[in-house]
């Protein structure tokens, strides 16, 4: 069964301060993974995407890694931001003959305090 | 704005109603997906189209549930006979075909059942 485990599940940040967030998957075939950013009762918003032969990937402050060998990726934050707070999801693209599949994991959700 | 729009953004119903929503995807998306979000919780799969063909249904979509996309534009997803445990956010995401598209997230419904 494809599946996507987050960690932590929410953390609480001093504005200025770097986090990392930690995503653990198991799905087969692999086509990509994306890290998306969701606001409260918002959309998910794309930040990332990797696909199996890259390993880091950067937009702003926001940089995720990827270990293809080890199913594993990362979302870290620099410096972060009042506006940061929000919900971060993997998400893990599988390859389907109906087109690729998305599965969610659960999210982290992070709060930045002043 | 991500140019993904669902109405109605919010919704209450009793018990035992019957709802509808509706999502309007990108206009040259061809590939329409409808997930579920419980409090808390990472989206869910429900279902999904390429143009107006549903290619797949999660077993989350019991019987109560149906989606169409009856000319491969505007998606509508129905409940019937609503339960409590339908309160949730129901999200719609479209995409291009493709290996490594994005997937482009509306900013849902939230269904409330009294």
């Known amino acids: 069964k494809n599946q996507v485990e987050q960690s932590p599940q929410s953390l609480i940040i001093l504005e200025g301060k770097n986090c990392t967030l930690q995503?653990?998957?198991?799905?087969?075939?692999?086509?990509?993974l994306r890290w998306y950013k969701q606001d409260t009762g918002r959309g998910p918003v794309s930040l990332t995407i990797m696909t199996f032969s890259e390993n880091t990937k950067s937009n702003g402050r926001y940089t995720a890694t990827l270990d293809a060998d080890t199913k594993q990726s990362s979302l870290h934050i620099t410096a972060s931001q009042l506006s940061d707070s929000a919900s971060y999801i993997c998400v893990v693209s599988a390859q389907s003959a109906a087109g690729n599949k998305l599965t969610f994991g659960g999210g982290t959700r992070v709060l930045v305090k002043p | 704005d991500t140019g993904v729009s669902q109405d109605p953004r919010h919704k209450i119903t009793k018990r035992g109603q019957n709802v509808t929503f509706r999502c309007d995807p990108i206009s040259e998306h061809n590939r329409l997906y409808w997930y579920r979000q419980t409090l808390g919780q990472g989206p869910e799969f429900l279902t999904y189209f390429q143009n107006e063909a549903q290619l797949e249904k999660s077993r989350l979509l019991s019987d109560r549930f149906s989606a169409e996309r009856p000319k491969g534009s505007f998606s509508t997803l129905e409940i019937q006979r609503t339960e409590q445990g339908d309160s949730a956010m129901y999200l719609c995401a479209s995409s291009l075909t493709g290996t490594n598209t994005e997937a482009f997230f509306g900013q849902g419904t939230r269904l409330t059942v009294v």
């Open positions: 995503c653990n998957y198991t799905v087969s075939p692999f086509s990509n």
